[in-house]
């Protein structure tokens, strides 16, 4: 059973470029969500994918941008990327669970991917 | 939006002991919280978590309690061993998580 994976790895890229981050979610998971982390801190939510639209958005601009397909896989975008926008990026997948009160998602996270903007 | 706070930054403790970090949160509406540890270059993993219609959960040497009138809840380890060391987070919410700024535990042997 294969678990939330993400690439690439790393990537380099300068202020201005674009960037293009990828994420398949864990076996039998519909909902992925994206997270930026920068150095010492807790991850941030970017936003979440559910049924292929964006379901909730964190504080972010609209350079970030995402997309969900069919299979549940999603890319999260960057555009003019700016220096502070560099830091660990995490795909977390889940599966809804529905609970007294409302649904809430058991999230689970992919390696993440580096991202250095010079 | 939802605030989490996590207190302390930094908890150094000899092995053997126990260790307990405190998160707040600010959204009432928040009903799910989980615990995420973090070694050093790698994932955020998982360790526990509770839900809003539990006040208390436990597993093995971990466990969470939640006091949802006073909008807090705590992780506390028993018998720590060195590999508990590591960056613990807290989170809350429901589809969206808000993130403590993490807890950095060192077990010394």
């Given amino acids: 059973d294969a678990g939330v994976t993400q690439s690439p790895t790393h990537l380099i890229k300068t202020r201005g470029q674009q960037v293009t981050l990828r994420c398949s979610p864990k076996s039998g998971h519909d909902t992925v969500s994206w997270y930026q982390q920068a150095l010492g801190q807790g991850p941030q939510f970017i936003f979440q994918y559910y049924e292929e639209e964006e379901r909730q958005r964190g504080n972010f601009p609209d350079r970030f941008s995402g997309h969900q397909f069919p299979n549940y896989s999603s890319e999260l975008n960057v555009n003019a990327l700016l220096l502070g926008d560099s830091a660990l990026y995490l795909c977390a997948s889940s599966s809804p669970v529905t609970v007294s009160g409302g649904s809430t998602d058991t999230q689970y996270f992919g390696p993440g991917t580096r991202l250095t903007v010079l | ?109």
């Fill in chain 2, 1 to 109: 939006g939802e605030n989490v706070e996590q207190h302390p930054s930094t908890l150094s403790v000899q092995e053997g002991d126990s260790a307990v970090i405190k998160c707040t949160y600010s959204d009432s509406a928040s009903n799910y919280f989980p615990w995420y540890k973090q070694e050093l270059g790698k994932r955020p993993q998982l360790i526990i978590d509770i839900r809003s219609n539990v006040g208390e959960k436990k597993d093995q040497r971990i466990a969470v309690t939640l006091n949802k009138t006073a909008k807090h809840f705590s992780l506390h380890i028993t018998e720590t061993q060195p590999e508990d060391s590591a960056v613990y987070f807290c989170a809350a919410g429901g589809y969206k998580l808000s993130f403590g700024a993490g807890t950095t535990v060192t077990v010394r042997a």
